[in-house]
């Protein structure tokens, strides 16, 4: 079950990796101006959300400073109330959430691997 539960968390990790690189140097107003790097954000998003939700509560207890459930909603309301999400919203996950989640998931993988 580690092994499994390890890939999800190396997805999150690997999506936030992803947004980092992707928005490396841009500012909030390249962001909005670029089309293919906001669906690219919004599909890493969706793909942490999703991920999120294959790892047991017992792991993501182990950092109970973020807030999980609106982790595993994000994915939802991207993907169905996309039109009500503006990009400010967005932009305030990559720059002040993303960062602490990968934080979060290292200490989570690093509690997974003693399984």
Partial sequence: MAREVRHFIADIIRA???VDQAVGGKS?????RDSVLRF??????EIVSEASRRIP???LA?????????????G???RHEYHGLSDKIIWGVVVD??????????AIDEAAAKD
């Fill in 16 to 18: 936030i990796t992803v």
């Fill in 28 to 32: 909030f107003d390249d962001y909005q």
């Fill in 40 to 45: 690219a954000i919004e599909r890493a998003i």
């Fill in 57 to 59: 509560d017992e792991l």
């Fill in 62 to 74: 182990v950092r109970p400073e973020i807030e999980w459930r609106r982790v595993r909603g994000i």
């Fill in 76 to 78: 939802n309301v991207l």
């Fill in 97 to 106: 959430e993303l960062p602490k989640l990968r934080i979060a998931m290292q």
